[in-house]
């Protein structure tokens, strides 16, 4: 299940549309870290694909990361900094991250992610 979540920011960092597509459900949401807007599956593939949302930089901190796994469940929280580039604007954001997977066809997908700010 970590190789997953560690795919899901690879693929965000290579823009990677076809890995994401693989790695999400079919009815993933993301709550944004900078506008606390929901995004949903279609739409943030989308602003992949085009180029509008852009990653130059991607750090994880493995040591402050923790794991709880059910049989068809599991919940990765973590810490990130991000350096992206959205509709021209850049931003990087310091948070903490909660990922809901859930084991779908024998492999672990990504169903929801949640971003809160690290404040400076």
Do not use: K
Request: with cysteine; charged share 25%.
């Amino acid at each position: 299940m970590l190789a997953c979540d560690e795919s899901f920011f690879g693929a965000l960092l290579a823009a990677d549309h076809d890995a994401l597509g693989s790695i999400l459900t079919h009815d993933f949401l993301i709550v944004d870290v900078m506008s606390g807007q929901v995004t949903g599956h279609d739409d943030l593939l989308a602003a992949v694909r085009s180029g509008e949302l852009l990653f130059s930089e991607v750090a994880q901190y493995a040591g402050e990361r923790s794991v709880r796994c059910r049989d068809r469940a599991a919940v990765v929280i973590g810490r990130t900094r991000m350096t992206m580039r959205f509709q021209g604007r850049e931003a990087t954001a310091s948070s903490r991250y909660t990922h809901v997977y859930t084991r779908d066809g024998g492999r672990w997908r990504l169903m929801s992610a949640q971003r809160t700010p690290i404040a400076p």
